[in-house]
């Protein structure tokens, strides 16, 4: 096989660092020895930095997954407290240690961490291990925290990567890869184990996580103020702010089903029935995978759907469709295919299918899901005034000109005439 041409960075014509580049990476001696200096006389004085007692040192670690360090220095020193030692906490009733928890958000964290204490005290006499592999086995314990634990109140030599650690070696080492790639940590893992045979592993994976969080910042990293400036080949090189490389994410093709309910001129419009980006917009009743799923489980032996609608793939949509209607009691004679729009939520490229169906009777109260906010009648007019989902725009669009070979005649020519009637009085849902 001919050897890939790279440059003198080791990297492809892509850009990209290749294998050999990864396996020569190492750090330079002398700059973690200026970030180890950098932290010991810079660090900030934090509470879990006080102290090497391996429960408190848990404890911290659990309480700092996904929350800020701001917030956790005013619950620390409360929780231990209430809590004062591994023991008392599997002592401890869930529901007390929920209530301590309150505010911190991610209660899995509370619930695990009492486990965990149980777990110590039955199968550890209460003390916490100091291998990595056997924290690992603990609840709640991944790779990053079993390795915090393990150097800071064992001192271990364990490098822990967590999102910061990752992006400042990455950049020391000028690996323009993705960092949470098993293979890149192997590399890093192998490129900072001479530095922790130097140093104190406890107080090199600090140094590195305060560098990440002060001053090898995500966006616009502060290497004026860098200790380890002068042999970072992410800086030499000019790349710095192109490392780690932005996440690609891969772009779903997914299918839905709108409706178009007419009463006397005015259509039906809900808020909020989907979460997530949605939340606040107005669409037409949709039905996404998720809703025709639950459709599915709720009414299995709804009978196919007659015209346009069984043609050209729609066919399970229209059914779920149907099924849908009839779990909200709305009696449909015909389903009709409008037409179909596209449009694209964050990494989902949406063709969606706008069916009308042709409505033999609607309840005295319409049903709407337990999720939506809002639900209205509007004309078209109004429906332009509301803030809306891109969707509905486009059907909106579609219902005033729709395609020559949409469904029945009859429908399409309803679609067009302006609305010029007042509301009907039984409008409410
Ligand atoms: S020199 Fe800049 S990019 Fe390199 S480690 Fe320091 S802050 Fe990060």
Not at 236 to 246: A, C, T, V
Not at 267 to 281: A, C, D, H, N
Not at 302 to 330: V, W
Not at 346 to 352: A, Q, Y
């Amino acid at each position: 096989m001919p050897a890939r041409s790279t440059d003198a960075a080791g990297r492809d014509r892509s850009g990209k660092s290749t294998p050999a580049a990864l396996d020569a990476a190492t750090l330079d001696p002398a700059s973690i020895d200026a970030l180890v200096h950098w932290y010991a006389r810079t660090g900030r004085d934090l509470p879990w930095r006080r102290t090497r007692d391996p429960y408190r040192i848990l404890v911290s670690e659990i309480m700092l997954q996904q929350t800020r360090v701001e917030a956790v220095v005013g619950r620390f020193e409360r929780f231990l407290v209430r809590f004062p030692s591994l023991r008392a906490l599997a002592g401890a009733k869930p529901q007390e240690v929920l209530a301590e928890w309150s505010g911190l958000g991610y209660y899995r964290r509370a619930r695990n961490l009492h486990r965990l204490a149980q777990q110590v005290l039955q199968q550890h006499s209460g003390r916490l291990p100091a291998d990595p592999d056997a924290l690992r086995a603990l609840p709640g314990l991944g790779e990053y925290t079993a390795a915090a634990v393990s150097s800071i109140a064992f001192d271990l030599p364990c490098l822990a990567i967590d999102g910061n650690v990752a992006r400042v070696l990455c950049r020391l080492l000028a690996l323009d890869v993705d960092p949470r790639r098993v293979a890149t940590k192997r590399h890093l893992h192998r490129a900072a184990a001479p530095a922790l045979q130097r140093h104190s592993p406890g107080q090199l994976n600090q140094a590195l996580m305060e560098l990440g969080a002060r001053v090898c910042l995500p966006r616009s990293p502060r290497c004026e103020s860098c200790p380890c400036a002068s042999a970072c080949l992410a800086r030499q090189q000019g790349i710095q702010e192109h490392i780690p490389p932005p996440r690609r994410q891969a772009i779903r093709d997914v299918q839905e089903a709108a409706m178009v309910l007419e009463r006397e001129g005015r259509y039906l419009l809900f808020r909020g029935q989907r979460p997530g980006v949605l939340e606040s917009m107005w669409e037409f009743p949709t039905l996404d995978s998720r809703l025709m799923t639950a459709s599915r489980a709720a009414d299995p032996q709804r009978p196919t759907p007659s015209g346009a609608a069984r043609t050209s793939g729609t066919r399970e949509l229209a059914e779920a469709l149907q099924r849908h209607l009839s779990a909200l009691h709305i009696e449909t004679e015909h389903l009709e295919l409008l037409g179909a729009i596209r449009h694209g939520i964050t990494n989902r490229r949406i063709l969606c299918h706008v069916f009308r169906p042709r409505i033999a009777r609607f309840p005295s109260q319409l049903r709407i899901g337990s999720r939506t906010r809002d639900a209205g009648w509007y004309t078209p007019a109004e429906i332009r005034n509301l803030p809306l989902a891109a969707s509905a725009r486009k059907i909106t669009d579609l219902l005033a000109d729709p395609p020559a070979s949409a469904g029945a005649g009859e429908a399409g020519k309803a679609t067009g005439r302006p609305d010029l009637r007042p509301p009907p009085p039984e409008a409410t849902l």
